[in-house]
Each structure stands twice: as C-alpha cells, then as structure tokens.
C-alpha cells in the first residue's frame, strides 16, 4: 500500500483566471493535490463557461480546465470584493492570473506587488506577449498568437496554411506556467521565498518552434507545407485503404525501406534500385515513392495494413477521428479513463499524463458551479453570515 502523499498536498492557489492558458496550469496543480480556489465574475463567471453546452450542457473547455476547484464569485471592481481576494491571496502559496494587460496591476493583483507584501508568495503573470515591448497590449487570442508565432506558416498543405486543431499557444503558456510555479515552489524550500513567475503566450509557442526557428535562422529554409507528409523523408504519409481509412507509416532510414519494398510492397527490386535505395532519391522521387505505397496498400483493409506494416517493423498508425481517441484500446487497456462529478452529474475524463505509481491517483475533483464555494471559502476568512448576505444583496459576491 502507498505511503507518499500527492506531490501538492498542503499547497493554497488562488487563481484570477479565464479561458484556457492559466485555467489549464491551475488544473495541473489541483490534479497533483494543491487546494486551487478560483476567482470568477458574479455575472457570469469564466467566460469560457459559455464556449459551448457540448459537456451535457456545461462547457467542454471549462470541463477540460477547471476540475478539481473550487469557485468564488467575487466582483473585483468593488473594492469590498478585491479586499476579500486580497485576503485569500495573503494565505496562499501560488496566486496565478491571466487578466487583460495591465488590469492585473490596476487592481495591484500583478505579481511584482503581491510578492513584495507577501515574501513566501509565488504569483504568476500569464500575458499574451510579455510585459513590455510594442505587442505588450494587444489582444492575444491562440489562434492570433500562432500565428504571430509562425506555427501556421508551417502547418497545412503546400496551398493552405491552418491553425493547429487544438489551441497550442494555450496550452503551451499553461504547461510552462505549471513548471514555472513546481520549479519555483522548490526553490521556495531551499531559499524561504517565493516570487514572482512571468509567461507569455508568444514566448512559449516561439520555444515550441525551436526545429524551424533554428533552421531558418542558421541557414536554412523554412520547412515546406506538406500536409501529413515530411518535408525531408520519404515514404512518410497517410496512405488510403480499401475500406476507406488511412494509413500513415514512417520509413526512418534505407534498411526500413528494404523491409518495407520486400515484405509489404512485394516488390524487392526496389529495394536496390537507384531510383528508391536512399532517402534523398526517394524524396527527389517522391511521386513515383508514394505511389509505389499506395499501390501496394490500396487494396487492403485498414488492419490488414496495419498488421502486415507492423509484421515488417515499420512504424504506423491509423488516422483516428476524436470518437475513435475516446475509444482507443491502448487507453482503455491501460485504465487511462476516470469519472468526475459536476453539476451536471458524472462525466468521463482522462487520468493527466503524470501519475505516480508509489502514490495516490491524481486528485480528479468536482467541475465546479458558478460560486458554488463562495459561502465556504469566504467564511474560512471570517466573514459572518449577516456580511456574506449583505455582500450577496449588493452583488459583491454570488
């Protein structure tokens, strides 16, 4: 039986937050056991909880990024509201926020200020491109920022560029933000102190382009848009099958492709000959390559292909829609799905990537209703019962 506790328990965060960037690291935390208390508007909270219904009438971003929390509706414009987030924040170890630049300041939420009144504090600051410079105060939403960040400029097809199919700018910022408070929370128990961690949007999507970056900016050329191909390396495609499906496989090196020409194409001679023997003929040649693979699996079935391609030692996959991921057997096989409750009764949610196998499972909790902890968490401050309901009637808090 395990002895070791979730890495966080014990740790208070309190989070001014909205959309995904910060909401997605705060989950982290209330996975990994930190208590995370979340700061939401009286008037409809996280604006992300209007996205959509698809979640059984909730939100599927506000799903995805806010279980495990607990919600306070607090109006941080009356100063008798900001007093009270003050006052959560002076008990917290981590305060995290992503509010328009500059309003974070304003209200003296920002975290250079909380980290001078509160030493053992770690706050962080999530923008969409950094405190300063020209871009500073612009509006910074994922699909702008991928493409100020160049992910669109090499994504897509030779005549279409496309955003990533999920928001990379976002969750990008939330995982260095997440990092940023674990790196600083152990730096706080050597040296006693906290501080203040800054991440932007645009600083964290132009890391993940680092391959591009540092090829172009030696040297090189930008990566072509190529679809599901690879710019470099051929064959390295989806290929369709006889019932429909598409399969991508991936020939690393000549000796792959020797295997694949014999075992699977059934065409040995290719394996030698000048036109397919090396990776630069083969990708000079890329229409005569593909077709060559195309042929070849054109009439199997999916798993037909899939089993002769693994027989091979070549590396594949199939091209799943998202029912199928929710469906995956290697997910179900690992015991990768959960339930956590909401307002809206059960729902189904992926365990998060990191577990620990000497400790407790990650800490799935609840999908929180708008304010539905403002009565407890506030009362945990001291505020009576004739406040809280006076506070109520004024539309401090809801």
């Known amino acids: 039986m395990s002895t070791q506790p979730l890495p966080l328990e014990g740790i208070t965060v309190v989070a001014v937050e909205q959309a995904v960037a910060a909401p997605f690291a705060t989950r982290q935390l209330a996975d990994l056991g930190a208590r995370v208390v979340k700061i939401e508007r009286p008037d409809g909270g996280d604006f ?28 941080l414009k009356d100063p008798r509201g900001l007093a009270l987030v003050r006052r959560l924040v002076a008990g917290a170890d981590v305060f995290v926020q992503n509010l328009a630049q500059g309003a974070a300041a304003r209200l003296g939420l920002d975290a250079a200020t909380l980290c001078a009144a509160h030493p053992r504090l770690i706050a962080v600051d999530v923008s969409g491109y950094g405190p300063g410079g020209p871009y500073a105060d612009k509006r910074a939403y994922d699909m702008l920022v991928q493409c100020e960040a160049g992910l669109v400029s090499v994504t897509g097809t030779p005549d279409q560029p496309v955003k990533s199919g999920v928001p990379a700018a976002d969750i990008a910022a939330g995982m260095y933000a997440y990092t940023g408070v674990l790196a600083a929370l152990v730096r706080r128990g050597t040296t006693g102190r906290g501080g203040p961690v800054e991440v932007s949007l645009l600083d964290a999507l132009a890391e993940w382009m680092g391959h591009p970056l540092h090829h172009v900016m030696h040297g090189g050329t930008a990566p072509a848009r190529t679809g599901l191909a690879h710019a470099v390396i051929a064959p390295y495609d989806a290929y369709p099958t006889a019932d429909g499906d598409l399969v991508l496989l991936s020939v690393q090196n000549d000796r792959e492709w020797r295997r694949l020409a014999e075992r699977v194409l059934e065409r040995p001679e ?23 693979v195309a042929a070849a699996l054109a009439p199997l079935d999916a798993a037909e292909a899939l089993a002769r391609l693994e027989a091979a030692g070549i590396a594949c996959a199939r091209l799943n829609t998202v029912a199928d991921l929710a469906e995956h057997p290697q997910l179900a096989a690992r015991d990768r ?46 505020v009576a019962e004739d406040e809280l309901r006076e506070l109520r009637e004024r539309g401090v808090v809801a």
């Open 48 to 75: 992300a909880r209007g996205y959509d219904t698809a979640a059984g009438g909730l939100a599927s971003h506000f799903v995805w990024c806010n279980r495990g929390k607990e919600s306070v509706a607090v109006d």
């Open 270 to 292: 290719l394996a030698e000959d000048p036109g397919f023997a090396t990776n630069t003929a083969r990708v000079a040649g890329r229409g005569r390559t593909d077709e060559a």
């Open 337 to 382: 799905w959960r339930s956590v409750d909401s307002p809206v009764g059960s729902l189904r949610a992926l365990l998060p990537p990191v577990t620990f196998p000497d400790g407790p499972e990650p800490r799935m909790g609840r999908v929180p209703a708008l304010g539905e902890d403002t009565a407890k968490v506030l009362g945990e401050l001291g």
